[in-house]
């Protein structure tokens, strides 16, 4: 869940596009206000259909604008875009997206997105087709070339009883991603304006109340490319079964522990994550039945009966989007690269990184290790025996690598 005291005393500008999800902004507004923000709402014309003018200026922090024209003394075209921490657009239109990407300053919501230097999330909400249609898309990968923060929209009903891809994101997910865009960063690392997704730690799956399954995983090598790739000036989303202390800027931390929460949450951030990299070692098998309480010695041994989890990478794999970098890891004790290429092949990654946990000092545990860095599209990389973070900076070296190519290729 989102620390909402990242949103204490921010000045935080709210754009309502016309939609039916309009009414969805009501809750966004209520939380930021409840979390000690400035809210400032702007509505579209077309919103006003949607959603009465009163209930927004209601719930916010001062009266809502919806004309260039509401308040001539203070030029509010550029004031409100001037004073903000952050804007966030939801439900964001196909119009406005295309509006905003063109630079188009129609209305007032558009011309406050242009005139600003604040971080932006975009979180559109439309129809399955519009929202899948060669327009839409390419304005939305323009945008996240820019450096704008996007939360996609979901599967769930739409306007005029359909189903499909489109709904709004929940307020959770757009305020997680609102808390992302309001982490400080350097902005001028080699991935400044990248969202990082960074899975670290072993997953620990319950028998009963006391006792896990478990493995040797301690999460350094993934919080290692989690600090490097903040340090680089990317934001970071860090899904760990152990937790990283003290908080860096430009991290945000989610603690899980088991593999269904593991990927709960990757699940959640991946659409709007331009570069994932699963470091963590998600257990392969969970008990199917956890014992109520402790399990006793006087009940004999219990019978531990295990089920398979999901692949989690495999699943981001699927579900991959153009232009998002896939980083697996895979630990192998034989077969290294041949059983790495198979994984990369498999799970349609972009990037593995293999290692041999049986050699010495080497993965699970230690302060060091040796990998190779295996690529669609370059030879293999190895690198010998060296901490952690040296190795995350080789990692990030080639994911640096595939993003420019990616650039070259848009
Ligand atoms: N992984 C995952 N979900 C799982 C298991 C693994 O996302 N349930 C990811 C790991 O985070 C890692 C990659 O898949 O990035 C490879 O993990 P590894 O344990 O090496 O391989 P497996 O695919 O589990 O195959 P095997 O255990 O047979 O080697």
């Known amino acids: 869940m989102t620390d909402s005291s990242i949103f204490r005393d921010k000045f935080i500008v709210v754009g309502v596009c016309g939609g039916i999800a309009a009414y969805k902004s009501v809750e966004l507004i209520r939380y930021l206000v409840d979390a000690g923000a400035h809210v400032a709402t702007i509505m579209t014309p077309d919103a006003e259909h949607f959603i009465g003018k009163t209930t927004l200026s209601a719930l916010s922090s001062e009266p809502v604008h919806t004309s260039l024209w509401d308040d ?5 075209h550029t004031r409100l875009g001037q004073k903000a921490d952050v804007i966030v657009v939801a439900p964001a239109t196909a119009r406005l997206i295309g509006s905003y990407v063109a630079g188009i300053s129609s209305d007032l919501l558009t011309t406050t997105l242009i005139a ?8 559109p909400a439309m129809h399955t087709e519009m929202w899948e249609h060669d327009a839409v898309q390419h304005n939305i990968s323009v945008l996240r070339s820019r450096g704008v923060f996007i939360t996609p929209p979901e599967e769930g009903r739409l306007a005029g009883g359909d189903v499909g891809k489109g709904r709004l994101a929940a307020t959770e997910n757009i305020v997680e991603i609102m808390a992302q865009a309001l982490q400080p960063h350097t902005g001028n690392g080699s991935l400044s304006g990248k969202h990082f997704l960074v899975t670290a730690g072993g997953t620990r799956e319950p028998i009963d109340a006391v006792r896990v399954l478990a493995n040797r995983s301690s999460g350094k090598q993934g919080h290692a490319i989690a600090l490097a790739a903040a340090s680089r000036g990317a934001l970071v989303t860090l899904i760990t079964t152990v937790e990283m202390a003290p908080a860096r800027h430009g ?8 593999a269904q929460q593991m990927q709960d949450a990757v699940e959640r951030i991946a659409p709007s994550a331009d570069v994932i990299v699963m470091a963590a070692a998600v257990a392969d098998f969970r008990p199917v039945l956890i014992a109520d309480g402790k399990w006793k010695k006087e009940d004999g041994v219990p019978p531990i009966v295990l089920e398979a989890t999901s692949d989690i990478l495999a699943g981001l794999g699927k579900m991959k989007r153009p232009g998002q970098i896939l980083v697996g890891f895979a630990a192998e004790t034989n077969n290294l690269l041949a059983n790495a290429q198979g994984k990369l092949e498999r799970k349609n990654l972009d990037l593995i990184v293999a290692n041999d946990v049986s050699l010495p000092q080497v993965g699970f545990g230690h302060e060091t290790n040796a990998v190779v860095i295996i690529s669609v599209n370059d030879d293999p990389i190895t690198v010998d025996l060296a901490s952690k973070t040296t190795i995350a900076q080789r990692v990030l070296d080639s994911v640096e690598k595939s993003l420019h190519r990616i650039q070259e290729h848009t």
């Not at 001539?72 to 509010?76: D, G, T």
């Not at 600003?116 to 979180?123: D, E, F, I, R």
């Open 72 to 76: 001539q003394s203070v030029i509010p």
């Open 116 to 123: 600003t230097q604040a971080p932006v999330v975009v979180c």
């Open 251 to 258: 991290i945000s931390q989610v603690q899980v522990e088991t």
